[in-house]
C-alpha cells in the first residue's frame, strides 16, 4: 500500500491540539470498561490495609455494600468478590464453599441490597480461598489436584453463589471440562441467564503474591500450580484453552495477568468472537505503586497508560484495583 510522504502527509498535523488528538483517538476508555476486585473479610464496620498492596484493603461485608454504592457512583459496572476465609473455616475439602452463609455468599446478598439492579457482581470460583493447603483443588494421596473431583465440588460453589445472586461466575482453577459441567448445573437450576467468565488462560506467574496475601492462602500454599495454571512459555496451548472454553458454553474468557500476556489477548481477540477480559492483578498493581513512590511516573498517568494498552490489544474490559482511581479521572 502507497502513503503519502512528506512534505504531503505531516503526521503532527493531527497532534498538534487537544480537540484533534482527541477526535482521531483510536482507542476509548471508559468506566464501563472496569471491573472493581474487592476482598471481603469477616467482622463488622472492618477495614483491613493489606500491606503488600498499598491503597487496598480487606473490607467487612457492610462496608463491601458501601463500596458497590462508591462505584455505581464512579459508572464501575461491576465487582469482583474474594473472600479471606477464616483459618478455621479452611479444610482439606474446602468444604466452606458450599456454605451459604459463607463470606462470600453474604457479601453478594450484602452488595444486592445496597445497590439492586445497578450493579454487576462477578464471583470467584475456586477452592484456593477455602482450602487448608492453599491449591485450588483436591488433592489426591499423592498431592496431585484432582481434577474430575475437583470439577464435581465447583459446580456445586457455582450454585451456591449464583443462588445468592451473583450475576457471573468466573471459574479460576484451571481445570479441564469445568466450564461445560457449571454451564449444565446452571441451567439445570434455573440460572440460565448467569454468565460464565472463564479464567481461560490463566498463567502459573510470578505476580500472583500479594492476592494470595489478600485472600489469606499465600503463607498455606504448599508446593506449585504448575500443573493446572499455564507455563508462561506457551501461546498457542492458551488459545486451545479458550476454544475448549468458548465451546463448553463460557460468555465471556479472561487472560490473567495481563501485561505481560498482551500477545495472548490480541490473538485470542483475532481468532474468537467472543469478549475477551484481562486481570490486571495484583502483582502489575504493587508494581505501579512501588514506581509511583519511588518517583518513577506519576500514578495516575502510568495507570491510564497501561489500561489503554489493554484495550488496544482487544480487552473488552479489565479487573483492576486501580478501577475506582481510573474512573475518577475518566469522570474529570
Same mark, same amino acid.
Given at each position: 500500500?502507497?502513503?503519502? &510522504?512528506?512534505?504531503?502527509?505531516?503526521?503532527?498535523?493531527?497532534?498538534?491540539? &487537544?480537540?484533534?488528538?482527541?477526535?482521531?483517538?483510536? $482507542?476509548?476508555?471508559?468506566?464501563?470498561?472496569?471491573? =472493581?476486585?474487592? +476482598?471481603?473479610?469477616?467482622?463488622? &464496620?472492618?477495614?483491613?490495609?493489606?500491606?503488600?498492596?498499598? #491503597?487496598?484493603?480487606? =473490607? &467487612?461485608?457492610?462496608?463491601?455494600?458501601? /463500596?458497590?454504592?462508591?462505584?455505581?457512583?464512579?459508572?464501575?459496572? %461491576?465487582?469482583?468478590?474474594?473472600?479471606?476465609? @477464616?483459618?478455621?473455616?479452611?479444610?482439606? !475439602? #474446602?468444604?466452606?464453599?458450599?456454605?451459604?452463609?459463607?463470606?462470600? %455468599? /453474604?457479601?453478594?446478598?450484602?452488595?444486592?441490597?445496597?445497590?439492586?439492579?445497578?450493579?454487576?457482581?462477578?464471583?470467584?470460583?475456586?477452592?484456593?480461598?477455602? $482450602?487448608?493447603?492453599? @491449591? *485450588?483443588?483436591?488433592?489426591? !494421596?499423592?498431592?496431585?489436584?484432582?481434577? !474430575?473431583?475437583?470439577?464435581?465440588?465447583?459446580?456445586?460453589?457455582?450454585?451456591?453463589?449464583?443462588?445468592?445472586?451473583?450475576?457471573?461466575?468466573?471459574?479460576? *482453577?484451571?481445570?479441564?471440562? /469445568?466450564?461445560?459441567?457449571?454451564?449444565?448445573?446452571?441451567?439445570?437450576?434455573?440460572?440460565?441467564?448467569? @454468565?460464565?467468565?472463564?479464567?481461560?488462560?490463566?498463567?502459573?506467574?510470578? +505476580?500472583?503474591?500479594?492476592?494470595?496475601?489478600?485472600? #489469606?492462602? #499465600?503463607?498455606?500454599?504448599?508446593? *506449585?500450580?504448575?500443573?493446572? @495454571?499455564?507455563?508462561?512459555?506457551?501461546?498457542?496451548?492458551?488459545?486451545?484453552?479458550?476454544?475448549?472454553?468458548?465451546?463448553?458454553?463460557?460468555?465471556?474468557?479472561?487472560?490473567?495477568?495481563?501485561?505481560?500476556?498482551?500477545?495472548?489477548? =490480541?490473538?485470542?481477540?483475532? /481468532? +474468537?468472537?467472543?469478549?475477551?477480559?484481562?486481570?490486571?492483578?495484583?502483582?502489575?498493581?504493587?508494581?505501579?505503586?512501588?514506581?509511583?513512590?519511588?518517583?518513577?511516573?506519576?500514578?495516575?498517568?502510568?495507570?491510564?497508560?497501561?489500561?489503554?494498552? +489493554?484495550?488496544?490489544?482487544?480487552?473488552?474490559?479489565?479487573?483492576?484495583?486501580?478501577?475506582?482511581?481510573?474512573?475518577?479521572?475518566?469522570?474529570?
Amino acid at each position: 500500500m502507497s502513503i503519502a &510522504s512528506y512534505p504531503n502527509l505531516r503526521m503532527r498535523r493531527t497532534r498538534a491540539s &487537544s480537540w484533534s488528538r482527541a477526535m482521531h483517538r483510536e $482507542t476509548q476508555l471508559t468506566p464501563a470498561d472496569l471491573i =472493581w476486585p474487592l +476482598f471481603v473479610t469477616e467482622g463488622s &464496620s472492618v477495614e483491613e490495609p493489606v500491606g503488600s498492596l498499598p #491503597g487496598v484493603s480487606r =473490607w &467487612s461485608v457492610d462496608l463491601i455494600a458501601v /463500596r458497590a454504592r462508591e462505584a455505581v457512583s464512579l459508572g464501575i459496572p %461491576c465487582l469482583a468478590l474474594f473472600p479471606n476465609t @477464616q483459618p478455621d473455616r479452611r479444610s482439606e !475439602d #474446602g468444604a466452606e464453599a458450599l456454605n451459604p452463609d459463607n463470606l462470600m %455468599c /453474604r457479601a453478594i446478598k450484602a452488595v444486592r441490597d445496597a445497590c439492586g439492579g445497578e450493579i454487576g457482581i462477578l464471583t470467584d470460583v475456586a477452592l484456593d480461598p477455602y $482450602t487448608s493447603h492453599g @491449591q *485450588d483443588g483436591l488433592l489426591d !494421596d499423592a498431592g496431585y489436584v484432582a481434577n !474430575d473431583d475437583t470439577v464435581a465440588v465447583l459446580v456445586d460453589q457455582a450454585i451456591n453463589q449464583a443462588a445468592a445472586g451473583a450475576d457471573i461466575v468466573a471459574p479460576s *482453577d484451571m481445570m479441564d471440562g /469445568r466450564v461445560r459441567a457449571i454451564r449444565m448445573a446452571l441451567e439445570m437450576n434455573g440460572h440460565a441467564n448467569v @454468565q460464565i467468565m472463564a479464567y481461560s488462560a490463566k498463567y502459573a506467574s510470578a +505476580f500472583y503474591g500479594p492476592f494470595r496475601d489478600a485472600v #489469606g492462602s #499465600g503463607g498455606l500454599l504448599k508446593g *506449585d500450580k504448575k500443573s493446572y @495454571q499455564m507455563d508462561p512459555a506457551n501461546g498457542d496451548e492458551a488459545l486451545r484453552e479458550i476454544a475448549l472454553d468458548i465451546v463448553e458454553g463460557a460468555d465471556s474468557v479472561m487472560v490473567k495477568p495481563g501485561l505481560a500476556y498482551l500477545d495472548i489477548i =490480541w490473538r485470542a481477540k483475532q /481468532r +474468537f468472537e467472543v469478549p475477551v477480559f484481562a486481570y490486571q492483578v495484583s502483582g502489575e498493581y504493587a508494581l505501579i505503586e512501588a514506581g509511583a513512590a519511588a518517583g518513577v511516573a506519576e500514578r495516575e498517568a502510568l495507570v491510564m497508560e497501561k489500561l489503554i494498552a +489493554f484495550k488496544r490489544a482487544g480487552c473488552a474490559g479489565v479487573l483492576t484495583y486501580h478501577a475506582p482511581l481510573a474512573a475518577r479521572a475518566l469522570n474529570g
